[in-house]
Structure formats: C-alpha cells, structure tokens
C-alpha cells in the first residue's frame, strides 16, 4: 500500500522558517517524481513545486519561488520542503503528492501568523 | 484569466447526471493536454477519479467508479467529467488538473451538491 506521510507543520510568525518533511512507502520512491501541493483554508488546491527522481531538476510555483526550496533523500524515502521568509498567505495544508497516480498524503497545517 | 477555468458551484438531483466542465484559457488547446480529475471531502485530502486526453488515452482511478467518465468539449475548449447516477456521497469539490509548461495547474474547484 502506498504512504505518504507528511510531518513538521505547525505555529510561525512570519517572516519564519519551516522544513516540511515526507516519508514515502508502498512503492519505489528513488524512481518516481514527486511534488508539494498547499490547499489554504476553504481555498482550492495549489501545486508548489516539482523534483525529478534524481533530484536534479526541479520547478517551483512563481508564488514560492526563491522562498521555498524542495528536495529529497532517496536514501531514506523523503521528501523536504524548506520554507523561508513566510507570509499569512502561506497558511495552508500542504501535501506531498503524485497527483498524476493518486497518492496524496493527509497534509500538514503551516499557519503562519502575523 | 485562470489557466482553467471551473463553475464554482453545481446543483443536480440524485439519480441524474451532473457535468462538470474545466475550461482552458484561450491559447490553450484542450486536445494536446491530458486532464486530471480529483474529488476532495471536507478534511480529506483529494482522490483521484480519473484521467483523459482522448478515448484511447484514458484512466480510471483504482476503485472509482464507471458512472464517473471524462471527455472533452473542443469547440468550448474544456474537459468534462461526468457523473451519472448522483448520488449523495458524490457531494464534494471537484477538482480539475494539466501540467502545463513545467507545472502543475489545478482548476478553482466546482462544489458539487447533490439535492
């Protein structure tokens, strides 16, 4: 069975830092894609950012580009997401996903108060 | 404009069918993209229902039913997922998504209530 389970949401002011992080399980993780997906309270769902299986290529929404940084560790079946500079605006579930296969984890909450 | 474009909201009755349409900006043509479509209940995350480009280039989600299908509209430019035979578990947001120029984009999301 496919997992993903995403942990390290919580509390920051704004203008904080947090690192997201996502544990994979049920399925090949070093030979797949994957990416951070954020749904704002009562919002619709947005995609936030992309990495290749190797790591080496990755693409950023213009919203969290230059703020957010995604990244993986093969090694250990994890995904990161390393978020700066943080605005109320980025107060959402965010979710690790391979929208195209179906596999979604059941999100974190970031609220980032001003 | 939005990438895609959906209504925000629809009504239908159970037992009838709803068609809910992911319209694309101009400029961008529904036949070269593959459209994805999710269904989100409150505090779940989305599921995936199905995908479609054309009818030999389509997939079902494992599970979802064969009373929701996907199709396009060329001439409005836009995907359908339909949903026949309503039924109340199907009330929930539907969400449409393309990759598009190195990302992902995903429709504003039409809720669906079954009345």
């Known amino acids: 069975e496919v997992q993903l389970v995403e942990s390290g949401g919580g509390l920051v002011q704004a203008g904080g830092s947090l690192r997201l992080s996502c544990v994979a399980s049920?399925?090949?993780?070093?030979?797949?894609?994957i990416n951070w997906v954020r749904q704002a309270p009562g919002k619709g769902l947005e995609w936030l950012a992309y990495?290749?299986?190797?790591?080496?290529?990755?693409y950023y929404a213009d919203s969290v580009k230059g703020r957010f940084t995604i990244s993986r560790d093969n090694a250990k079946n994890s995904l990161y997401l390393q978020m700066n500079s943080l605005r109320a605006e980025d107060t959402a579930v965010y979710f690790c996903?391979?929208?195209?296969?179906?596999?979604w984890g059941q999100g974190t909450l970031v609220t980032v108060s001003s | 404009q939005a990438v895609l474009t959906q209504p925000a909201s629809l009504s239908a009755s159970p037992g009838a069918s709803a068609s809910l349409t992911c319209t694309l900006r101009?400029?961008?043509?529904?036949?070269?993209?593959?459209i994805y479509w999710y269904q989100q209940k409150p505090g779940s995350p989305p599921q995936y229902l199905l995908s479609?480009?054309?009818?030999?280039?389509?997939?079902?989600g494992s599970g979802v039913p064969s009373r929701f299908s996907g199709s396009k509209d060329a001439s409005a430019n836009a995907g359908i997922l339909l949903i026949s035979g309503l039924q109340s578990e199907d009330e929930a947001d539907y969400y449409c998504?393309?990759?598009?120029?190195?990302?992902?984009?995903f429709g504003g999301g039409t809720k669906l209530t079954v009345l």
């Open positions: 996903a391979r929208p195209t296969l179906g596999y």
């Open positions: 049920g399925f090949t993780f070093s030979s797949y894609e």
């Open positions: 990495i290749t299986s190797s790591g080496t290529t990755r």
């Open positions: 101009s400029g961008i043509n529904v036949g070269t993209y593959k």
């Open positions: 479609y480009k054309s009818d030999s280039d389509k997939q079902q």
């Open positions: 998504m393309i990759w598009l120029s190195s990302a992902y984009v």
